[in-house]
């Protein structure tokens, strides 16, 4: 059999509404051309309760897919974790669970749930689907996302185990300590059932091909892009696996592009260069497609001339590109070199402590009262008991605030 793995869909996205259905239903369409099954684990909204309009969409592509050819690959029957024998909507091997977008409380049923009660999906949800086609057959059993720390308990509650003369499956939606480290609520692979053929897991946005005992563990990566990370400029896609030579490939859709362009800058670093060095960067990206492009700036620098060039360049190609910027790790030098100056003494010449003590004269003689703050200071740091330095300063008020 081949099963097309897809993942992270999105669907509804506000930023890249359009992109997240458009970009959803080619991965779909060009998975059902080419596979028996498919399996996807998890996000397939963005939302846990998404708007009627966004169900109806992705109802929308579910159908036409559901519909679009023969399916040879039928589901034959869903067994919850325990055995219990579950109801089923369809027998097209269109197989989900739901991911953390889509997670509500235990006991509610979520969007993906919706899905599966429409017969759009085969919900594989703490459940195992049996699909056969011809003489093969193939068991997917899933865990929706969960909490992490939770993850490696409900491992262990619902103990999944390969299926006797079956291609097995094991598909869920969480980080894992191993792909993001630093992290101790994560569970580790070695949490994972063994003795499955496969491991599949959503929920990490870019692409991951790691083995666990032996076996192809595979992330797609998400259909449309939502973080700007790093590692998201890849072009996005689905895998294609075949349970007969254990072999996969991937396969790209037409993504949106995303680019980062990266500057560092030091402290005597020029506007002017700066400016044209960004916009030659641009140019030099094919923008008939509206690419989406995070300039990122780095460095030293004065954050707020910085960021009045970026507003421009902004402005400048709004029709061409999805531009955006991050100045989070400038180093703001406009900031720091008024601080330095006053510390120095470099300001009018004065200490920091002159310079505090002119404020306050000038501040208190605008508004016509006459007191002397430095000879107040003295009494106050006089090595005095506290009652004679309280007496004191109030008659020296007195006398100075009529
Ligand atoms: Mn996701």
């Known amino acids: 059999m081949k099963i097309a793995i897809l993942s992270d869909l999105h669907m509804g996205y506000d930023r890249f509404y359009e992109d997240s259905f458009n970009q959803a239903e080619e991965a779909l369409t060009k998975a059902a051309e080419m596979a028996d099954v498919i399996i996807i684990p998890g996000d397939i909204f963005d939302f846990r309760e998404p708007k009627t309009e966004v169900i109806a969409r992705a109802f929308r592509i579910f ?46 049923e979520n969007a993906v749930d919706l899905l ?29 996302g969960v909490s992490e720390e939770l993850f490696a308990e409900k491992i262990k509650e619902f103990n999944p185990k390969p299926i006797e003369n079956a291609f097995n499956v094991f598909i869920f939606h969480q980080s894992l300590i191993e792909l993001i480290p630093h992290n101790d609520k994560f569970a580790r692979m070695d949490d994972l059932p063994k003795g499955f053929d496969l491991y599949i897991d959503g929920h990490i946005h870019s692409r991951v091909e790691k083995s666990y005992n032996g076996k192809p563990f595979l992330i797609p990566g998400s259909t449309v892009i939502t973080q700007l990370k790093e590692n998201e400029q890849e072009s996005k896609g689905f895998y294609i696996f075949n349970t007969d030579s254990k072999s996969y490939s991937f396969n790209y859709i037409n993504s949106r592009k995303f680019v980062i362009l990266k500057y560092r800058l030091n402290k005597d670093y020029n506007i002017r260069d700066l400016r ?18 995070l ?71 605008s508004k016509g009262y006459n007191i002397d703050v430095r000879a107040l200071i003295e009494m106050l740091s006089a090595d005095d008991d506290k009652d004679s330095i309280v007496k004191r300063v109030i008659s020296y008020l007195d006398n100075n605030l009529a």
Do not use: C
């Not at 011809?134 to 899933?142: A, K, M, N, Q, W």
């Not at 960004?278 to 492009?293: F, G, R, V």
């Open 116 to 144: 599966s009660l429409a017969g759009l999906v085969a919900n594989a949800n703490e459940s195992y689907v049996i699909v056969e086609k011809g003489s093969e057959r193939l068991s997917v059993f899933g865990i929706g």
């Open 63 to 108: 159908l036409k897919i559901k519909y679009m050819k023969q399916w040879d690959a039928r589901v034959k029957e869903i067994l919850r974790y325990d055995g219990a024998k579950q109801r089923m909507m369809t027998d097209v091997p269109i197989i989900a669970i739901s991911g953390t977008h889509e997670r509500l409380a235990v006991g509610k």
């Open 295 to 365: 300039i990122k700036i780095e460095g030293d620098g004065s954050k707020a001339e910085i960021a009045s060039l970026l507003k421009e360049i902004e402005n400048l190609y709004s029709n061409r590109a999805y531009l955006t910027s991050d100045i989070d790790d400038l180093n703001d030098t406009s900031l720091q070199e008024s601080i330095n100056k006053v510390r120095e003494g470099k300001v009018d010449g004065l200490t920091v402590k002159e310079r505090a003590l002119s404020m306050i004269d000038n501040g208190l003689s």
């Open 276 to 293: 044209y060095s960004i916009a030659d960067s641009i140019n030099k990206l094919t923008l008939s497609d509206t690419p989406i492009i």
